[in-house]
């Protein structure tokens, strides 16, 4: 197995700012980093498949699924072995998966962390890939035939990494009807349905139970973001900071209760309801008014990301009712958008934390970008539902090497 080339995608060496000699060791390195996790593999066959595997993801292969980086790092007989390590080789993808997550957290986790979740979509030809179903896509922006998962993350000023995922499966894949390609995609036999919110409450959960990532922080997309038993759950034991619709509705004084007034004709009223009608985030972010403040929200690329935020505080609606008091916080960026999120941390909550969290939050949306971009996220080819968290796990990981890297030299360019 050949794994000294200097074949890193260049990109990554780019982002990293490390020196041709540098890049030449960093296969070492990986070799270095992957002995971490040799012991969650049963044999050396799977050792030496799941080290190429990473060095492909990283590597500058136009498709980095198991055939190219079976081919270029192993040999023709190498692609059936390397496809079976994905789909149904014996080894525990659990373990690595805990002993990835207890590592980085040694390396970032903080008092200032945000847990983040988010669902990411692969569109996909045909149906026979586990999951796949015509649904919203968000990498498309529409209705789509895709794979959609549901992760987790995390981010402080340390640092930035992927814990876990899990495959979303649509409901009727549990009907009968679909029951022979369950079993051609090595379903669990224990799966049953889950919602996204339902899925990423529990990815939360046995998060939370390790202990390992510190912080009081969730961030949320508008998707979860909009379902209240979900926040109302997350808010049992951390502060949300969930972006929201720019239609959904809050009332800026808490309203009055009662019968509405009866109009004549019909029934008479029988519910009782608020008596003034609320108003949209989006009535509220342009009224002149309210008070903005330009503020810097973290450094890009091209220097500064400077943007405009205001905050008050307003109360939920709740089926037609008023619900909890919490902030409204509001971002306008660069190019105009502005971007609603509700959170529920108490009332003297500095602004500056805030604005803080508003930055983290889309740290998620980075590590797709930096995953499907450079590192092979969405390249897969395999159709298992066993194959499809095998994959994304071994993106998780060399994630993690890659920031291994970089916060090693980034200590050494300030000492």
Not at 135 to 140: A, K, T, V
Not at 200 to 225: H, Y
Not at 253 to 259: A, S, T, V
Request: charged residues 25%.
């Amino acid at each position: 197995m050949m794994l000294t080339y200097d074949d890193w995608n260049p990109d990554i060496a780019a982002s990293l700012e490390l020196t041709s000699e540098e890049v030449c060791k960093l296969a070492e390195r990986l070799y270095a980093f992957h002995q971490q996790f040799a012991h969650c593999f049963k044999r050396e066959e799977q050792r030496v498949i799941s080290m190429a595997y990473l060095k492909g993801l990283a590597s500058d292969l136009e498709a980095k699924s198991a055939e190219p980086i079976a081919l270029r790092y192993l040999d023709e007989k190498g692609v059936r072995n390397t496809q079976h390590f994905l789909t149904a080789s014996s080894w525990d993808e659990e373990k690595l998966q805990a002993e990835h997550q207890q590592k980085l957290a040694e390396k970032i986790s903080a008092e200032d962390g945000m847990l983040t979740i988010d669902s990411s979509e692969n569109p996909k030809k045909g149906n026979d890939s586990a999951g796949v179903a015509r649904q919203y896509c968000g990498r498309l922006g529409k209705i789509e035939n895709c794979q959609s998962g549901v992760f987790l993350g995390y981010v402080s000023n340390r640092g930035y990494g992927l814990l876990t995922g899990q495959l979303y499966v649509p409901g009727k894949w549990f009907t009968d009807e679909y029951a022979r390609r369950r079993a051609k995609c090595h379903f669990p036999q224990e799966l049953t349905f889950k919602t996204k919110p339902q899925i990423a409450l529990e990815l939360l959960q046995k998060a939370a139970a390790t202990g390992a990532f510190t912080g009081s922080w969730v961030g949320v997309d508008s998707f979860f973001g909009s379902n209240t038993e979900f926040l109302d759950a997350v808010g049992e034991k951390y502060y949300y900071f969930a972006d929201i619709r720019s239609n959904t509705l809050v009332w800026l004084e808490r309203p009055k209760i009662g019968l509405p007034p009866y109009k004549g004709r019909g029934t008479y009223p029988q519910k009782e309801k608020s008596l003034t009608e609320p108003v949209s985030v989006s009535v509220i972010a342009n009224d002149p008014s309210l008070s903005w403040q330009t503020v810097s929200i973290g450094e890009g690329a091209k220097g500064p990301i400077i943007a405009e935020v205001a905050r008050l505080r307003v109360i939920e609606q709740r089926d037609d009712l008023p619900g909890k008091e919490c902030w409204l916080f509001l971002r306008k960026n660069a190019d105009g958008e502005i971007k609603y999120a509700l959170c529920n941390a108490p009332e003297d909550t500095p602004m500056e934390e805030m604005i803080q969290m508003s930055a983290k939050r889309w740290s998620i949306e980075q590590m797709f970008q930096e995953g499907k971009s450079y590192l092979g996220m969405s390249d897969y080819e395999v159709r298992s539902y066993t194959g499809w968290h095998r994959h994304m796990t071994l993106v998780f990981l060399i994630m993690h090497f890659l920031l291994s890297v970089r916060l090693e030299f980034s200590q050494k360019k300030t000492s």
